[in-house]
């Protein structure tokens, strides 16, 4: 999608194996949102960042999942020890102003796990 | 917590014809709802948004949703269906507290020719 970028936009791994997924969004955003789209399944939520606030994290599925935003741009989602349920579209969003009224969506990162 | 239903997995409808995807929502306070839609290997657009004000809100492509508050329901809808509208369609809610949206399980869209 327009104003985010995200990198790779497919990853095949072995199980076990640590990966890092990339989004850069554009700047002056002012939320940055992860969410993954499993396979005939909708959106699940992971975590977003907003400002300087503390992250939400309250969607990440276990504590191999991990996600951090540097200088309040660039954020990565780790992911470690993949498992092949970890297998799924990794999808950035954004919002800008203080309503957040909607996201704008990168292409995601197709992460398949073998 | 909130939720969104798509009852169905998948509709067909012919070209021409009037489309309609069903959405309902449980949230607490007043929602804020939305509709993306996913064109294969591409990722998610917005169509249309409903904060406040007229029930019947207008979006890209020619598409339209009713809010429904009695019923809780956002059901997507267009007069004429083009077969480039096939493509996954998502119904999405948050309530004004809140900052991430909550998805539907995504509907199927089928236009025929």
């Known amino acids: 999608g327009a104003g985010v970028s995200q990198s790779p936009s497919n990853k095949v791994t072995e199980k076990g194996k640590d990966v890092e997924l990339r989004c850069d969004p554009i700047s002056g955003h002012t939320a940055l949102y992860w969410y993954r789209q499993s396979l005939g399944q909708g959106l699940e939520f992971l975590i977003y960042?907003?400002?300087?606030?503390?992250?939400?994290k309250s969607g990440l599925p276990s504590d191999r999942f991990s996600a951090e935003r540097t200088g309040g741009s660039v954020s990565t989602l780790t992911i470690q020890r993949t498992q092949q349920e970890d297998s799924a579209v990794y999808l950035c969003?954004?919002?800008?102003?203080?309503?957040?009224?909607?996201?704008?969506f990168g292409s995601g990162t197709r992460l398949t796990v073998v | 917590a909130q939720s969104v239903a798509q009852p169905e997995d998948q509709v067909n409808v012919a070209e021409g014809n009037p489309l309609t995807v069903k959405c309902t929502y449980s949230v607490s306070g007043n929602p804020y709802l939305f509709w993306y839609v996913q064109y294969p290997n591409r990722g998610l657009q917005f169509l249309l948004k409903y904060i406040t004000g007229d029930n019947l809100v207008k979006g890209s492509y020619g598409f339209e949703a009713e809010f429904n508050k009695s019923q809780t329901s956002f059901h997507l809808k267009k007069p004429s269906a083009l077969v480039s509208d096939s493509a996954l369609y998502f119904c999405a809610v948050r309530p004004g507290s809140a900052r991430q949206l909550t998805f539907g399980s995504g509907t199927q869209l089928t236009v025929l020719p």
């Open positions: 969003a954004f919002t800008q102003g203080e309503a957040n009224y909607g996201y704008t």
């Open positions: 960042f907003q400002g300087n606030s503390a992250p939400d």
